[in-house]
């Protein structure tokens, strides 16, 4: 059965400082790898995705991410925090029946 | 383009009531999903409608949830009786008929939190 694993609960991050948020998965086939935002009292929003071809791939928000078949994960970075970017962050595998990870917290200092 | 609607956005009832969770996707999304989150959790698929056909509801507690999609646009998650492990925000989403109902790009409401006293 497919699984995410987001192995930090919490992240807090200074302002204008960079970011990586870990996503490792388990799938038998090649996977789909998502990353969604969620902000207090909304949904989820895509930030990227990633289906086959260049492992690097860039989404909203200046977000990017990379596949790495090796180590089956699908890290999520920002070269640049914002305060703005404060949110819970879902990694999650498909396709088929999506499955979520447990999400990581974001906090951003001043 | 409108967004996925849900309401109510918030719902407070007594263990053992009943609550029914209305969802309108974006307009053309012939794939509908609900969502359970519970605090501290990713969100878990409990069913999928294709138009107005189930997909997979292999996670729906169907001793007490039931779900449906009657003219293949908007749906109505229900929960009776409710347990106080019901306690979440249900979440409803739909994907675009460019992009497949399997790829994952799904679109969703604000939710509708629950607590169960």
């Known amino acids: 059965a497919q699984s995410v694993t987001q192995p930090d609960i919490h992240i807090t991050v200074s302002e204008g400082a960079s970011l990586e948020l870990r996503c490792n998965y388990s799938?038998?086939?090649?996977?789909?790898l998502f990353w969604y935002v969620q902000s207090p009292g909304q949904g989820l929003q895509l930030l990227l995705k990633y289906f086959s071809g260049d492992t690097l791939v860039q989404g909203i928000k200046g977000f990017e991410a990379e596949f790495k078949r090796s180590q089956s994960s699908f890290n999520l970075r920002k070269p640049s925090v914002h305060w703005s970017d404060a949110a819970e962050y879902f990694c999650?595998?498909?396709?088929?029946?999506?499955?979520f990870g447990a999400g990581t917290i974001l906090r951003v200092k001043s | 383009e409108a967004g996925v609607a849900q309401s109510p956005r918030y719902k407070i009832i007594e263990k053992r009531q009943s609550v029914a969770f209305w969802c309108n996707p974006i307009?053309?999304?012939?794939?509908l999903y609900w969502y359970q989150q519970i605090l501290g959790q990713g969100p878990k698929l409990l069913i999928q409608f294709q138009n107005n056909g189930v997909v997979d509801d292999s996670q729906l507690p169907k001793d007490r949830f039931s779900a449906e999609r009657l003219k293949g646009v908007d749906s109505t998650l229900k929960i009776q009786p409710a347990k106080l492990e019901d306690s979440a925000v249900y979440l409803c989403?739909?994907?675009?008929?460019?992009?497949?109902?399997?790829?994952?790009?799904?679109?969703f409401g604000e939710g509708s939190r629950l607590t169960v006293l």
């Open positions: 989403a739909s994907s675009s008929p460019k992009t497949g109902p399997n790829t994952g790009e799904l679109f």
């Open positions: 999650a595998v498909g396709p088929n029946k999506l499955v």
């Open positions: 307009s053309g999304h012939a794939t």
């Open positions: 799938y038998g086939a090649t996977p789909y």
